[in-house]
T-cell receptor, first 114, second 116 residues
Framework: SQTIHQWPATLVQPVGSPLSLECTVEGTSNPNLYWYRQAAGRGLQLLFYSVGIGQISSEVPQNLSASRPQDRQFILSSKKLLLSDSGFYLC?????????????FGPGTRLTVT | AQTVTQSQPEMSVQEAETVTLSCTYDTSESNYYLFWYKQPPSRQMILVIRQEAYKQQNATENRFSVNFQKAAKSFSLKISDSQLGDTAMYFCAFMKTLKNARQLTFGSGTQLTVLP
């Protein structure tokens, strides 16, 4: 069966510091991968998605970037964090090649920027 | 652009009773998918049920069922025989097709509390 991991689970970082959040998927090949952010008391907003290694699409302009160095690894980064980057970050996967109509979410990372 | 509206920020229901959560959406697409996700206090997003827009039959998953009204762009979730473990934030979501990928647009959520 497929599993999706995210780490760290929680993170407290000062403004201006760098960020690296990691997401990995097991039990599937060539998945589509997604990063979402959930602000307090709100729904999820899609930040990035990837249909393959090195292929990143951004849905909203922002202070963050994403990379996919391996087939089942998706990384969310920032060079300098802003207070507004605080939130709950969720990674999701779906079947690739246009076949996946369901997205499955990881456990999330709670980021607090101080 | 697609929008998803959940007009009930909070709801409560007695254990073993039935509750219905509302969702409306706006789109110009004819073929799409709709979902309900559940987010318990652990904050894990769990898929509850999905509906294909081209199917007229309402989806059902055990105690969870939907009332899909395509013309009205309405997609409500009915939970029967509510259990304490159903307490969670429930999100309605619309899926549109991107280039070889899918985008989920979420509503703002409904916090459901099941009372003992």
């Amino acid at each position: 069966s497929q599993t999706i991991h995210q780490w760290p689970a929680t993170l407290v970082q000062p403004v201006g510091s760098p960020l690296s959040l990691e997401c990995t998927v097991e039990g599937t090949s060539n998945p589509n991968l997604y990063w979402y952010r959930q602000a307090a008391g709100r729904g999820l907003q899609l930040l990035f998605y990837s249909v393959g290694i090195g292929q990143i699409s951004s849905e909203v302009p922002q202070n963050l970037s994403a990379s996919r160095p391996q087939d089942r690894q998706f990384i969310l980064s920032s060079k300098k964090l802003l207070l507004s980057d605080s939130g709950f970050y969720l990674c999701a996967w779906s079947e690739g090649s246009g076949r996946g109509n369901e997205q499955y979410f990881g456990p999330g990372t709670r980021l607090t920027v101080t | 652009a697609q929008t998803v509206t959940q007009s009930q920020p909070e709801m409560s229901v007695q254990e073993a009773e039935t509750v219905t959560l509302s969702c409306t959406y706006d789109t110009s697409e004819s073929n799409y998918y709709l979902f309900w996700y559940k987010q318990p206090p652990s904050r894990q997003m769990i898929l509850v049920i999905r509906q294909e827009a081209y199917k007229q039959q309402n989806a059902t998953e055990n105690r969870f069922s939907v009332n899909f009204q395509k013309a009205a762009k309405s997609f409500s979730l009915k939970i029967s025989d509510s259990q304490l473990g159903d307490t969670a934030m429930y999100f309605c979501a619309f899926m549109k097709t991107l280039k070889n990928a899918r985008q989920l647009t979420f509503g703002s959520g409904t916090q459901l509390t099941v009372l003992p």
